[in-house]
């Protein structure tokens, strides 16, 4: 696990069709990927920030500093107010929902912070315990589907770290719906219900921004909608553009925590607004087939739906779009066979009527396909959406494209201090994630990617407490940068950055 403070930068936000708060200049958080890992890690930096900033709050009174320091909710809490934005990708917006909207997983990380030494039994027991009573997953089921995950993930990835291979076998144990997953995932540990809207009462008063970073998939060969186990029937959609357009789109739910919720996005869906999107279906069954199209699509890829009814989108959904990390599947014919064989359901799918609609139209071409199903995909403009990670998994370009002057990056990469999801936003960086287009960037002109590598070789190492199992490294460091214009993200160039 690394920390490290990231960027700052003015946003392009041209939305002419829908009024906008704006944030430009406000600091902005961002947590990085990484599935649980990325939970636990950004629970326990939390955790830890909130004891030290209380224990220095005790010496001010002229309190011993070994005093016990029993924490509650509001001494977490205060460790976010200094940030007016949240932009949280996959698995860490997993955590921001929790702690956004989970007086329990507040509970759980005051008694973390109360307790450091016992933290490890207190996840446990608090989170991971119950997550794995809920699955209902036994030992021979998950150890059943070792061997095709590894096969899977290193045909998709060409490699995978044990957290990603740990999460595709844990997930095809469970149900074979992200969308299930994820709703077990957040009620068995948060008590957060798969209706409960963005819009909600957050557990502790905030007015902050929250970004749930995610993925548009925009597929110019054909993503598969469904498919049967001998290829017929299936369904494929395309997207066409009036612009050339990357396969991934960075896009991103918005709300203003408390605003209720008949609120709309207070920051745009996504860059470009104003070029069309068009999405064409193609549905092929024994004895017949049938293509339709969408009207063209704006702002949002729904006309402004999505953005006009932010408050009322469940947290459980946009939660599930920002972490669908199995989702470009649909997007390979090899894959998405693999996955019609298991009736696997990796991507979240959504349309103008919201995602209601779109689910239930998808189960039902699980059963049937006909004209008329293929007319209702074209009539709500039906898609899928993707992981934030096939766009940039750090978080740090939506807050910037969103206006933030200053955004701290909290990283979670590995067992190390990893640049590289960083230098990639820079000139000259690697694209770390396969198939993640390299025209998303570089969001920054300068500096380049060799001296940022430079420059995380040289961040300050924080002292490990002895008998850390997981946690290997703690780095902290400032970059200087300047923005690039980047249409994708919707950034302009030129804005000094303090990274």
Known sequence: MSVGASTVSLG???????????????????????????????????????????????????QSSDVQADLNSWDL????????????????????????????FLDLLAGIASSPSKSAQKFEKGWIGPWLRATGVTEPEFDSWQTLVRLWVKFWLGTGDEDTIFLAQFFLATGLSWNHFVDVLLNSTAGISSDAKMGSLPAFPTHQVWLVDHTLLLPSGGACISEGKLL??????????????????????????????????????????????????????????????????????????????????????????SSAFFGSAIDSVLLSEISAQLSADVAVWVGETGFEAAEHIREELQSHVDSQAISQLAQIAFHALLDGGFTDGTGVA????????????????????????????????????????????????SPNASTVQA?????????????????????????????????????????????
Do not use: C
């Open 12 to 62: 392009a936000l041209l939305l002419v069709l829908l009024p906008l708060d704006p944030v430009v200049g406000t600091p902005a958080l961002a947590l990085q990927g990484g599935g649980i890992r990325a939970l636990a890690s950004d629970a326990g930096l939390v955790a830890g920030v909130a004891r030290i900033k209380h224990l220095q709050h005790l010496r001010q009174l002229g």
């Open 77 to 104: 809490t205060a460790v976010l107010k200094q940030f007016h934005m949240v932009s949280s990708v996959s698995g860490s917006s997993w955590f921001a929902a929790e702690l956004f909207f989970s007086s329990s």
């Open 232 to 321: 017929l029937p299936h369904v494929r959609y395309k997207a066409e553009t009036g612009t050339d357009l990357p396969i991934y789109l960075p896009a991103a739910f918005s709300i203003k925590l408390g605003a209720g919720l008949h609120s709309v996005a207070p920051v745009s869906y996504m860059a470009l607004p104003e070029v069309p999107i068009k999405f064409n279906f193609e549905g092929v069954w024994l004895g017949g087939s049938s293509s339709k199209s969408s009207s063209p699509m704006f702002v949002d890829a729904t006309n402004g739906s999505l953005m006009n009814t932010s408050g009322q989108l469940p947290i459980a959904r946009t939660v599930a779009a």
């Open 398 to 445: 939506q807050a910037v494209a969103a206006g933030s002057s200053e955004v701290v990056a909290v990283l979670n990469s590995f067992s190390s201090n990893q640049p590289e999801y960083v230098a990639q936003l820079f000139p000259g960086g690697t694209v770390i994630k396969p198939g993640v287009p390299k025209e998303l960037f570089p969001v920054f002109q």
């Open 455 to 499: 420059s995380f070789e040289h961040f300050e190492t924080l002292q490990i407490a002895a008998g850390s199992m997981y946690l290997k490294v703690l780095a902290i460091g400032t970059i200087d940068a300047v923005t690039a214009d980047n249409a994708f993200f919707g950034i302009t160039r030129g804005r000094a950055i303090k990274i």
